[in-house]
């Protein structure tokens, strides 16, 4: 038969108290049929499951192979709460937000492909691959990697260039008629971005440009530092340089 074993220890004086629950229901504490030392405390307070050298406040250890699972679940009162689980058939580990809804909503961490995703209604819906690429559903009809505004500009380019409001442009320069830098705050991985915009006479009016006229602009000289536009009138007017008062220009790489 199964004993029970109870040991003090000869150089303490501290008691161990094991006292019945104030009430009329039983309690029952099982231990699994397996060896090994099952709940173990250190001295700094941490706490192993499983694990007699545990590293933080708990420590839970477990053989996981490619047909077991390990989880860890915190439960509310009500019976629903968040899980913890490491997958052993797809080498992944989940933290889930609901413990009734399992995997359809999670954080997804796969162990060898150091990559991470978060899912909803048992999709995909933002992924991070190991190359740092973000993509995301948003209305898309899938996961696709973003590709996003690296810097955009307003500003006006008549008399004393001035930026009206910005995002990753520190300045530009002005080298002479109808001809600016726009210079970036954080330099580009390469020159291979893309840059489009617009420059027109005067300012746009609600219901579209009313009497603006808008220039023949070009995009150039790009570099991961600046990139050129140039500013030309119509054909009526022979193509001259000119400057803009209203210019707006965005990079996507």
């Known amino acids: 038969m199964s004993k029970v074993s109870i040991k003090g220890n000869a150089s303490g004086t501290g ?17 699994p049929d397996d060896s090994g030392t099952l709940l173990y405390k250190d001295t700094n307070g941490n706490v192993g499951i499983g ?12 053989e996981i ?7 860890v679940y915190l439960t509310e009162t009500a019976g629903d709460g968040g899980f913890w689980k490491v997958d052993g058939t797809n080498n992944t580990v989940f933290f889930g937000g609901l413990q009734s809804q399992g995997e359809n ?9 150091n990559s991470f995703k978060i899912k909803t209604n048992s999709s995909d819906a933002l992924n991070i691959d190991s190359s740092q690429n973000l993509a995301f559903n948003s209305g898309f009809g899938s996961v696709a990697t973003a590709y996003g505004c690296r810097a955009w500009v ?8 001035s930026i009206r409001a910005s995002g990753n442009v520190s300045s530009i320069t002005d080298n002479g008629t109808g001809d600016y830098t726009v210079n970036f705050t954080t330099s580009m991985p390469d020159a291979n971005y893309a840059a489009y915009g617009k420059s027109l006479n005067g300012n746009a009016g609600p219901t579209g440009l009313d009497a603006d006229e808008e220039y023949f602009s070009i995009a150039r000289s790009y570099t991961t530092n600046s990139f050129k536009i140039g500013l030309r009138t119509d054909v009526s007017t022979g193509f001259g340089s000119v400057d803009s008062i209203q210019n707006t220009y965005a990079v996507f790489r």
């Open 65 to 71: 192979d490619q047909a077991e699972t390990q989880k």
């Open 15 to 31: 008691n161990f108290t094991i006292e019945a629950p104030n009430s009329n229901t039983d309690r029952t504490l099982n231990l």
């Open 154 to 161: 307003n500003f006006n380019g008549e008399g004393t260039v």
């Open 51 to 62: 694990e007699t050298n545990p590293l933080a406040l708990l420590h839970i250890r477990g």
């Open 105 to 113: 909503v999670a954080i997804e961490f796969p162990r060898t492909a």
